[in-house]
Structures are given as structure tokens and as C-alpha cells.
């Protein structure tokens, strides 16, 4: 079974940021932004991070130079990517930024990459015997295709590559039709029975269970019990619209 993990605060710069200590052994520098210490406003306040959702480009922009800041990169070493909910897995090594991809690949210790979620799984690779990492955007359309089997195979040996999954849409909250759920019934425990033709989705236990199916060893998935239901502490696309993303970045150890 995964390994439960807890995140702890810590204040960098203007930031409250949320970590889990166990991958600094690792020479992984990663952290969970959440919705405080920005300056959007509105149903974006206040540290969105993202350009696409209907907020200020300014406000977005300032936000991300905080981000960057508290990992010790400049802007322009913070690679985001244009997410759309695929598989494709892109090279962020050249630093440029990165046109439809749902997760990043890097071995660089001075470029920090960040995936943006509000509900889905962010989900960070890293592997024990060489500087390679990756973040991943784990919806249930990516879940279904080949985003994580696309990120693992940036990796020479799965069973040497360590998984955090952060904070995401609980399954008590995460209704989803037939169309949805079928996808997953073959894997034990991550579909329940709720009214009618709805079910509940464990999207957290899927990309678990599917890491492990893809080669890495059980006690090398770490799994945060946060989730992000009340849109409180993190964003939510289900609780409210629009709303804002906040962000896995991560960074190697020079």
C-alpha cells in the first residue's frame, strides 16, 4: 500500500509553503503552494498561478516571481507548461517554455518545474541513482491514457524512482459518472458506489496503484492526505468557478 505523508509549513520569502521533508534526502528541494501570500483578487485570490483562468496576466506574473523566489530561481528559470489533460511528458531541460504538455521531465539543478492543479493529482518523480525529475498533471483523462506511464519511462528503472502525490479532490467528494468510472473498476478499492449511475473516484489510490503497476515498489509511494474539498487552504474547481490553481514545483540540489 502507499506510504502516507504529511506535509509541513514553512515560510519562504512572501510564501507559506507546504513540504514533505522526506524527499530532501533525495536532493529535492519541492514544495505545495496554496491560496495565501499573492496578490490576485476576487475568486482568484490570492496566489493563482495560472494565466489561462480568467485572471490578470500582472497578478499572475507577480505570483509566479514569489513562487520562483522561494524556490532560489529567477522567473525564467520556473518552467510551467500548457496543460490540457493529455499524456505528453516534455523535456524541460532547454529551460523555454513549454506549449501543451501535462507533465515535465529535468535533470538541471538551476531550473524549478511547477504543474498546476485544482482538484487533480500533482505528482512528483524522482529517481535515487541520477539527477532526472518530473512533476505530472494526474486528472482522470490522464489516469486513463499514458501520463504517468509516459513519465515513468523517462526513467531507466522504475523501482529506483520515489513518488509524492500532493493534495487533491478527496473520493467522498469526487463524484463521476459511468463514462468516468469505467476506466478504473478493474483497480481494487478506487470506485464506490454512490446514488443512481454515480460513483465515487479515488483519484489519489488510481495514480497509486497505477506507479506501482508501472514498476515502482509500494513503499516508494508517498501519498499526502490533504485534499483540496473546501477550497480553503488550496483551490477547487468543483467547489467554486471560476477559481484559480496552485502548484507542485520542485528543484534539484545543485
Keep these: 500500500m502507499p506510504v502516507p505523508l504529511t506535509l509541513s509549513s514553512q515560510i519562504r520569502g512572501q510564501l507559506r509553503v507546504h513540504c514533505a521533508t522526506e524527499l530532501a534526502r533525495f536532493g529535492v528541494d519541492a514544495i505545495i503552494t496554496d491560496r495565501q501570500g499573492g496578490v490576485s483578487a476576487g475568486n482568484y485570490e490570492s496566489l493563482n498561478l495560472a494565466l489561462h483562468v480568467g485572471d490578470e496576466e500582472d497578478d499572475v506574473r507577480e505570483n509566479r516571481c514569489r513562487v520562483a523566489a522561494a524556490l532560489g530561481v529567477n522567473e525564467?528559470?520556473?518552467?510551467?507548461?500548457?496543460?490540457?489533460?493529455?499524456?505528453?511528458?516534455?523535456?524541460a531541460r532547454t529551460g523555454a517554455p513549454v506549449e501543451q504538455a501535462d507533465g515535465l521531465f529535468s535533470s538541471r539543478s538551476d531550473l524549478a518545474l511547477a504543474i498546476m492543479v485544482a482538484d487533480c493529482v500533482p505528482v512528483l518523480l524522482v529517481d535515487e541513482h541520477s539527477p532526472g525529475f518530473a512533476v505530472?498533471?494526474?486528472?482522470?483523462?490522464?489516469?486513463?491514457?499514458?501520463?504517468?506511464?509516459?513519465?515513468?519511462?523517462?526513467?531507466?528503472?522504475?523501482?529506483?524512482?520515489?513518488?509524492?502525490l500532493g493534495p487533491s479532490i478527496s473520493a467522498r467528494r469526487y463524484q463521476v459518472g459511468p463514462e468516468v468510472a469505467d476506466n478504473f473498476r478493474d483497480?481494487?478499492?478506487?470506485?464506490?458506489?454512490?446514488?443512481?449511475?454515480?460513483?465515487?473516484?479515488?483519484?489519489?489510490?488510481?495514480?497509486?496503484?497505477?506507479?506501482?503497476?508501472?514498476?515502482?515498489?509500494d513503499e516508494h509511494v508517498g501519498v499526502c492526505m490533504?485534499?483540496?474539498?473546501d477550497a480553503t487552504t488550496y483551490y477547487s474547481a468543483r467547489a467554486e468557478q471560476p477559481c484559480g490553481r496552485f502548484a507542485?514545483?520542485?528543484?534539484?540540489?545543485a
Design 76 to 91: 525564467d528559470h520556473l518552467v510551467f507548461a500548457d496543460q490540457v489533460h493529455g499524456d505528453q511528458i516534455a523535456d
Design 136 to 164: 505530472v498533471h494526474a486528472g482522470w483523462r490522464g489516469l486513463r491514457g499514458d501520463v504517468l506511464k509516459n513519465a515513468v519511462e523517462r526513467f531507466s528503472e522504475p523501482a529506483s524512482v520515489h513518488a509524492f
Design 187 to 217: 483497480l481494487p478499492g478506487v470506485v464506490h458506489a454512490d446514488r443512481g449511475d454515480r460513483s465515487l473516484l479515488d483519484l489519489r489510490l488510481t495514480a497509486a496503484l497505477l506507479l506501482v503497476g508501472l514498476g515502482l515498489r
Design 226 to 229: 490533504e485534499d483540496t474539498d
Design 248 to 253: 507542485l514545483v520542485a528543484r534539484r540540489s
